[in-house]
């Protein structure tokens, strides 16, 4: 089953711990990305990636870090959580638009609180 | 910068009834327009993607047409259900490869 898998769903941290949520698709898929979702502002792009080793900013980058060393894997890192950035985080990914329809695929969340 | 704006902002209508959403990009260079299902407290659903170099998909009692000349998307429903209550969002993306989400219509079919 075509899936993007976000770990963990629910998250409780205190500020200035270092975290990481992981994302996961099993599509083989060349785009993926990080939104955040808040409410009153949609949802956000804060990273994207259109290959391995290949990542670019999205509209609110701050605060964020990503890699993509593998296809599957997009983990995003906050190396110094604020309560700023308590959101519900979605993760996404497509074939890209070189490759098809390019229809994005999201995980199901991951709802993050930085006390 | 691309804006992508989604009027209105909540909608409720008797069951039954066809409706028309709406979307508006402010930037005409885009590759596709993606609309979306969200359902309360979870994940987005993919419902319907047009190119753009197309003007229409449709699928069951969904249809999106896309005009990138007046910068409009409408995602029409027919025949609508309780079921069909939710938040619906487009989102562009750009020629920058960036992906821009409108904030959504929260629609409410009523019995």
């Known amino acids: 089953e075509a899936q993007v898998t976000q770990n963990p769903r629910y998250l409780i941290t205190v500020t200035g711990k270092k975290l990481t949520v992981t994302c996961s698709q099993n599509m083989n898929h060349e785009y993926m990305s990080w939104y955040r979702q808040d409410p009153g502002l949609g949802l956000r792009q804060i990273y994207y990636?259109?290959?391995?080793?290949?990542?670019d900013k999205g509209d609110v980058p701050e605060g964020y870090k990503v890699s993509r060393k593998e296809k599957r894997n997009f983990p995003l890192i906050l190396e110094s959580p604020s309560p700023n950035q308590t959101s519900l985080y979605f993760c996404?990914?497509?074939?890209?638009?070189?490759?098809?329809?390019?229809?994005?695929?999201f995980g199901a969340g991951t709802r993050l609180s930085v006390l | 910068k691309q804006e992508v704006t989604q009027i209105p902002a909540a909608l409720s209508v008797p069951e039954g009834e066809n409706l028309v959403l709406n979307c508006s990009f402010t930037?005409?260079?885009?590759?596709?327009l993606q609309w979306f299902r969200q359902d309360p407290g979870k994940g987005l659903t993919s419902l319907l993607l047009i190119q753009s170099s197309q003007r229409e998909q449709t699928s069951g009692r969904l249809n999106a047409s896309l005009d990138k000349s007046s910068g409009r998307s409408t995602l029409y429903i027919a025949a609508s259900q309780p079921g069909d209550s939710a938040t619906y969002l487009c989102?562009?993306?750009?020629?920058?490869?960036?992906?821009?989400f409108g904030k959504g219509t929260r629609l409410h079919i009523l019995p």
């Open positions: 989102a562009a993306l750009n020629r920058d490869d960036k992906i821009i």
């Open positions: 996404a990914s497509s074939t890209g638009r070189l490759a098809g329809e390019n229809i994005q695929y």
């Open positions: 930037d005409s260079a885009i590759y596709n």
């Open positions: 990636s259109m290959n391995v080793e290949v990542t």
